[in-house]
């Protein structure tokens, strides 16, 4: 299948508008789980917190947003002032619908709740997005610590450049072939190779190179460095669905109908920092361990999948928007909820065949493969169903997706197939593990494996598993130490302890879980 690319080599991750990236953290049991997978407490969320924090937090603005009270937690967050370039903030807007989603919601059982920053995704809350908000754009890696490591000259990139294949000495990397406007040439790395490529293009790269499972790469006559049955294999993804229906309430649908919606929308945006274009979605997001009823007649099976998953891992994530279908001449109102499945089993994996890179790798996603995973998504939409019958006061028709003729298991199931789609949460195909583990890619430090020597992969390619809500915050934070530099420059001591490194740094770090396996190159020997 085609599998849409949406963010950049030094961006984080995205899935809509120009200001809605979503800055989420799993909860205290998924990093636990984490912990536990690869047998090491630096990933259990006390540990991992600090790596979370490191951000330039704006508390809400109700002088533009307007509102109810938004409860958050700010021990979240660093202290102002203290936190490195990446802004994160609260949308400067209120949607109207949004007090009826509130309400909807608080009919279907949910409580709101101040944690989802904390390790706790139980419940609704309103949502800080990565966006600056004194222009109420989106920020991103590109924009906050790309552009100052680039003010500071500390790194260089190379444009429109691609990676071709890991140099390898031996099974030690030394560099990295590429090629830039039909240019190839060498790249030699003085102290190692990071690896930041992603879920697809990590696990293509290593294979090019001789990295991965001996037969497939045999099969396309690539020299066998090192045997790694893990790389690509195993991916975890979150597949999405949507329920819609029309509404009273103007929303986004009209920004596309109404000339003088838009043009008060964009005087709103550009001139004073709000209104519907500055938001995304409806200002809340969801998530929950399904009520009893909608289990009762799942197979033993999936009940024990589900309940394999710790106490605090919710079922379902579901994402309010205040949009439905755009088709010519349709002039109303919708509200949409999008759900993905947060306990998943099924597995995809990422396979090439092809040596260059310029070829894309090939991905099979096998969203909803299983039984287990089919029998969640179903009853997932009769949830949102029952949601969006809190909000029957301004429903003004019929259901528009999947639409009131579906309504079997098997109905529901055939609209889920046709309708999956992704929002880039796919993960683990170069997974961290113990040295016990034959899928093991990379260890608890992002080193690669099967004896390989100067090789670090630091993307959420490494996720042991998926933590439930949104990776990019697993994957995009900030530490202030200069650990690029010393991975890219090599100007740190042979052995730096943590006392070596001024805390009072400016930040330079541009990617993820990058932070803490850079921090680990700093700190260890």
């Known amino acids: 299948m085609v599998y849409q690319r949406y963010s950049s080599s030094i961006d984080c991750s995205s899935w809509g508008s120009s200001t809605d990236d979503i800055p989420r953290r799993g909860t205290t049991g998924s990093y636990k789980r984490w912990a536990e997978a690869v047998g090491d407490t630096s990933y259990e969320l006390p540990n991992f917190l600090p790596f979370f924090k490191k951000v330039n937090f704006s508390a809400p603005d109700y002088s533009l947003r307007g509102g109810p009270p938004i409860k958050y937690d700010p021990s979240a967050f660093s202290a102002p002032g203290t936190g490195g370039p990446l802004h994160v903030a609260f949308w400067n807007y209120y949607l109207p619908l949004s007090k009826y989603l509130a309400a909807a919601f608080r009919k279907a059982g949910f409580k709101e709740i101040a944690g989802i920053q904390s390790g706790s995704l139980d419940g609704f809350a309103?949502?800080?997005?990565?966006?600056?908000?004194?222009?109420?754009?989106?920020?991103?890696?590109?924009?906050?610590?790309?552009?100052?490591?680039?003010?500071?000259?500390?790194?260089?990139?190379?444009?429109?450049?691609?990676?071709?294949k890991i140099i390898f000495d031996g099974k030690k990397a030394t560099g990295v072939n590429v090629t830039s406007s039909g240019l190839q040439y060498t790249l030699i790395a003085k102290k190692e190779v990071v690896l930041a490529a992603g879920a697809f293009r990590s696990p293509q790269l290593l294979m090019v190179s001789g990295v991965g499972p001996a037969a497939e790469l045999r099969s396309l006559n690539i020299p066998v460095v090192a045997d790694l049955n893990?790389?690509?294999?195993?991916?975890?993804?979150?597949?999405?669905?949507?329920?819609?229906?029309?509404?009273?309430?103007?929303?986004?649908?009209?920004?596309?109908?109404?000339?003088?919606?838009?043009?008060?929308?964009?005087?709103?945006?550009?001139?004073?920092?709000?209104?519907?274009?500055?938001?995304?979605?409806?200002?809340?997001?969801?998530?929950?361990?399904?009520?009893?009823?909608?289990?009762?007649?799942?197979?033993?099976?999936?009940?024990?999948?589900?309940?394999?998953?710790?106490?605090d891992w919710p079922d379902l994530q579901y994402v309010p928007a205040d949009l439905g279908p755009i088709t010519p001449n349709d002039t109303r109102s919708f509200v949409t909820i999008a759900m993905t499945l947060q306990k998943t089993t099924s597995r995809g994996n990422v396979s090439i065949n092809s040596t260059d890179t310029a070829d894309y790798p090939i991905v099979n996603t096998n969203w909803i493969g299983t039984t287990v995973d089919q029998q969640l998504a179903i009853q997932g939409v009769k949830r949102a169903r029952e949601i969006l019958?809190?909000?029957?006061?301004?429903?003004?028709?019929?259901?528009?997706?999947?639409?009131?003729?579906v309504q079997t298991d098997a109905q529901i199931l055939s609209y889920l197939r046709k309708t999956v789609v992704t929002i880039h949460h796919a993960s683990s195909t170069c997974k961290m593990g113990k040295n016990s583990d034959p899928n093991a890619v990379v260890d608890p430090r992002g080193r690669v494996l099967g004896g390989i020597q100067g090789l670090r992969i630091v993307d959420?390619?490494?996720?042991?598993?998926?933590?439930?809500?949104?990776?990019?915050?697993?994957?995009?934070?900030?530490?202030?130490?200069?650990?690029?530099?010393?991975?890219?420059?090599?100007?740190?001591p042979a052995v730096l302890k943590r006392s070596d490194v001024p805390m009072s740094a400016d930040p330079i770090v541009i990617d993820a879980l990058a932070e803490k396996l850079a921090a680990d190159i700093l700190y260890r020997a």
């Open 230 to 311: 893990g790389v690509g294999q195993d991916m975890w993804d979150q597949p999405g669905f949507a329920v819609a229906t029309p509404v009273s309430v103007p929303s986004a649908n009209a920004l596309f109908s109404n000339a003088t919606f838009l043009a008060e929308a964009e005087d709103a945006y550009l001139n004073h920092r709000t209104g519907i274009l500055s938001v995304f979605a409806a200002n809340y997001l969801a998530w929950e361990r399904l009520p009893k009823k909608y289990l009762s007649n799942a197979t033993q099976s999936a009940k024990a999948s589900w309940n394999s998953y710790p106490d």
């Open 389 to 405: 019958k809190g909000i029957v006061e301004i429903t003004t028709g019929e259901e528009v997706a999947p639409g009131k003729d």
């Open 126 to 164: 309103q949502w800080p997005a990565t966006q600056n908000p004194d222009f109420a754009v989106r920020d991103s890696s590109e924009t906050s610590y790309g552009r100052v490591a680039i003010e500071k000259g500390v790194l260089k990139f190379y444009q429109n450049t691609l990676a071709k």
């Open 460 to 492: 959420a390619s490494v996720f042991p598993l998926l933590p439930p809500g949104q990776l990019m915050s697993t994957v995009c934070k900030s530490l202030p130490i200069h650990p690029f530099d010393v991975i890219f420059l090599g100007s740190a």
